[in-house]
């Protein structure tokens, strides 16, 4: 990884920092960004769930979210390409922590939901700025340098991020160590304080140039339009672009069966929520443990075979890893289908992800992110809704068992982008 720029001219993106510099940035703010996440994901369910919603309320909840960034995604990549990733990022992380202290206060189905609708909020603001600014900034300083690998090294340090997350939120929640506050809410606290640190941060060490953006304020406001209608050209126009956003039809609505019903699955087998909970901290650390790894080790995969083929690939064995959670009949072979259900989800991201911004220009890039997440985003709550169903009427390995099938049918949308590889 070189410091020196290409000899190519100057950019609109470049910030004056080396690549090592804006790797590590990159890095650090992944930190910042997805701890909390991982704090939330052993006690989300089983908090609203010990708060007196249902399951099929939780995922009514969840669903307000994805619908909130399906309605959000695209303006908020249209302002992040017209007005700049940094402002948009720093938004998003205020948004989250509000969004955060409302769902240590909710109380009720109501409150829940105002939460999530700020929840959407955030992650829709969120979902494309830090990293079009890390391949934008990087792309300025060397325009071949190696996206691929510094996607995939940032797949790995969320995962580690995410792990610490989860296991920090399992042990708060074992030692309950604020009297008066419910073990299971403890946790949100400490995702508040590292929210909060992350907006310091961000503000901090995100660096951007004005000449990266169309203009200030009403100038870039009016730019959104535009951007967002040049974007849906190049998905409807491009083949490999619209087989990429697709394959989020299945991979969203199957993401569902083993990130919201994990912690279902675990009180159905060990018959409590609280144990359940203590139980998933730990395990929703290994798995985004082994995430990592398979984002850290998944480069040498694509090289060998290609990155396209090695993204389908892991696409049916996602499928038949999550099947194998819906099937097991105790905790270790449920929790061990788990873990590796995560190190095949760790590693296709960062090949989806750089499938698609080989296909982008710096103009349409957070635009074309956000497409590509709102088609996610609005399929999870589609199967948030449907799988928490399924799971009330027939039971949690069914519906578990419904979206690996889904997952796997996405393979074949990168049909597309294996033909174009294979004619390069």
């Given at each position: 990884?070189?410091?020196?720029?290409?000899?190519?001219?100057?950019?609109?993106?470049?910030?004056?920092?080396?690549?090592?510099?804006?790797?590590?940035?990159?890095?650090?703010l992944?930190?910042l960004?997805?701890?909390?996440?991982?704090?939330?994901?052993?006690?989300?369910?089983l908090?609203?769930?010990?708060?007196?919603?249902?399951?099929s309320?939780?995922?009514l909840?969840?669903?307000?979210?994805?619908?909130?960034?399906?309605?959000?995604?695209?303006?908020?990549?249209?302002?992040?390409?017209?007005?700049?990733?940094?402002?948009?990022?720093?938004?998003?992380?205020?948004?989250?922590?509000?969004a955060?202290?409302?769902?240590?206060?909710?109380?009720?189905?109501?409150m829940?939901?105002?939460?999530?609708?700020?929840?959407?909020?955030?992650?829709?603001?969120d979902?494309?700025?830090?990293e079009?600014?890390?391949?934008?900034s990087?792309?300025?300083?060397?325009?071949g340098?190696d996206?691929?690998a510094?996607?995939s090294?940032g797949?790995?340090?969320?995962g580690?991020?995410?792990a610490?997350g989860?296991?920090?939120?399992?042990v708060v929640?074992?030692?309950?160590?604020?009297?008066?506050?419910?073990?299971?809410?403890?946790?949100?606290l400490?995702?508040?304080?590292i929210?909060?640190?992350?907006?310091?941060?961000?503000?901090?060490?995100?660096?951007?140039?004005?000449?990266?953006?169309?203009?200030?304020?009403?100038?870039?406001?009016r730019a959104v339009?535009?951007v967002?209608?040049?974007s849906?050209?190049?998905?409807?126009?491009?083949?490999?672009?619209?087989?990429?956003?697709?394959?989020?039809?299945?991979?969203?609505?199957?993401?569902?069966?083993?990130?919201?019903?994990?912690?279902?699955k675990?009180?159905?087998?060990l018959?409590?929520d609280?144990i359940?909970?203590?139980?998933?901290?730990?395990?929703?650390?290994?798995?985004?443990?082994?995430?990592?790894?398979?984002?850290?080790?998944?480069?040498?995969?694509a090289?060998?075979?290609?990155?396209?083929?090695?993204?389908?690939?892991?696409?049916?064995?996602?499928g038949?890893?999550?099947?194998?959670i819906g099937?097991?009949?105790?905790?270790?072979?449920?929790i061990?289908?788990y873990l590796?259900t995560?190190?095949?989800?760790?590693?296709s991201?960062?090949l989806?992800?750089?499938?698609?911004?080989?296909?982008?220009?710096?103009?349409?890039?957070?635009?074309?992110v956000?497409?590509n997440?709102?088609?996610?985003?609005?399929?999870?709550?589609?199967?948030?809704?449907?799988?928490?169903?399924?799971?009330?009427?027939?039971?949690?390995?069914?519906?578990?068992i419904?979206?690996?099938?889904?997952?796997?049918v996405?393979a074949?949308?990168?049909l597309?982008?294996?033909?174009q590889?294979?004619?390069?």
């Amino acid at each position: 990884m070189s410091d020196e720029p290409a000899a190519h001219g100057p950019s609109p993106y470049a910030t004056g920092l080396s690549l090592s510099q804006i790797w590590f940035r990159y890095f650090v703010l992944l930190v910042l960004r997805w701890m909390p996440t991982g704090i939330l994901i052993p006690i989300l369910v089983l908090l609203a769930m010990a708060r007196g919603l249902s399951i099929s309320e939780v995922g009514l909840v969840l669903a307000t979210m994805g619908l909130t960034m399906l309605v959000l995604e695209l303006p908020s990549g249209g302002l992040s390409d017209s007005l700049g990733r940094r402002p948009v990022l720093l938004l998003s992380t205020a948004v989250g922590v509000v969004a955060l202290c409302l769902i240590f206060l909710a109380q009720n189905l109501a409150m829940f939901m105002v939460a999530y609708v700020l929840q959407g909020v955030y992650r829709a603001l969120d979902s494309g700025p830090l990293e079009s600014w890390f391949v934008d900034s990087s792309q300025a300083v060397d325009r071949g340098t190696d996206i691929e690998a510094g996607l995939s090294r940032g797949g790995a340090v969320m995962g580690v991020s995410v792990a610490c997350g989860a296991l920090l939120s399992g042990v708060v929640v074992a030692l309950d160590p604020i009297q008066g506050v419910a073990s299971l809410a403890t946790p949100v606290l400490l995702g508040i304080g590292i929210q909060l640190t992350g907006l310091v941060t961000a503000y901090l060490l995100l660096r951007e140039p004005h000449t990266a953006r169309t203009g200030g304020g009403a100038v870039s406001l009016r730019a959104v339009p535009s951007v967002i209608s040049e974007s849906f050209t190049l998905v409807r126009r491009s083949p490999v672009v619209l087989g990429l956003v697709a394959v989020e039809i299945f991979w969203g609505f199957g993401m569902a069966s083993f990130e919201i019903l994990m912690p279902v699955k675990l009180e159905a087998i060990l018959e409590g929520d609280e144990i359940a909970a203590a139980v998933m901290g730990p395990s929703a650390s290994a798995a985004w443990a082994f995430s990592a790894i398979g984002a850290a080790l998944i480069p040498v995969a694509a090289r060998q075979f290609g990155t396209a083929r090695t993204a389908a690939t892991l696409r049916l064995l996602h499928g038949v890893m999550v099947a194998g959670i819906g099937l097991a009949a105790g905790p270790v072979l449920a929790i061990g289908a788990y873990l590796l259900t995560y190190v095949v989800h760790g590693a296709s991201n960062p090949l989806h992800m750089t499938l698609l911004h080989g296909q982008v220009e710096a103009g349409q890039r957070s635009t074309v992110v956000s497409v590509n997440s709102m088609v996610s985003g609005g399929m999870a709550s589609i199967g948030m809704v449907v799988l928490a169903s399924v799971t009330e009427v027939m039971s949690v390995h069914v519906a578990m068992i419904a979206g690996a099938v889904v997952i796997s049918v996405g393979a074949l949308l990168y049909l597309p982008a294996i033909r174009q590889r294979s004619a390069m």
